[in-house]
């Protein structure tokens, strides 16, 4: 299974952006499904964003039009582009890989914290 590491959080004005990345130490190509989760101070960590090895996409209904998913498997980093960004989107981010597409994540990132200011 792959490492995971998070980048490109910050502090950010509301209505701002933040590019977020997520860097595999190995190969993504043959991983279904990687994806985007955050966790708010006592909450449950949530789905943000996912994408399929084939491109396709999954979006949470508080992100969507607002956040894009992609992935570079030549450079084995998933991006998270947040844009219009909300007082409620402050979190920490994590990335996530699941081999099979099955639901189970082999592997998670440290996170990476995501604050925005009213």
């Known amino acids: 299974q792959v490492q995971l590491v998070e980048s490109g959080g910050g502090l950010v004005q509301t209505g701002g952006s933040l590019r977020l990345s997520c860097v595999a130490s190995?190969?993504?190509?043959?991983?279904?499904?990687m994806a985007w989760y955050r966790q708010a101070p006592g909450k449950q960590r949530e789905l943000v964003a996912r994408?399929?090895?084939?491109?396709?996409?999954l979006y949470a209904d508080s992100v969507k039009g607002r956040f894009t998913i992609s992935r570079d498997n030549a450079k084995n980093t998933v991006y998270l582009q947040m844009n219009r960004l909300k007082p409620e989107d402050t979190a920490v981010y994590y990335c996530?890989?699941?081999?099979?597409?099955?639901?189970?994540?082999?592997?998670w990132g440290q996170g990476t914290q995501v604050t925005v200011s009213s």
């Open positions: 994408i399929h090895k084939g491109g396709n996409t």
């Open positions: 190995g190969s993504i190509n043959n991983i279904n499904v």
């Open positions: 996530g890989s699941d081999d099979y597409g099955l639901g189970f994540y082999s592997s």
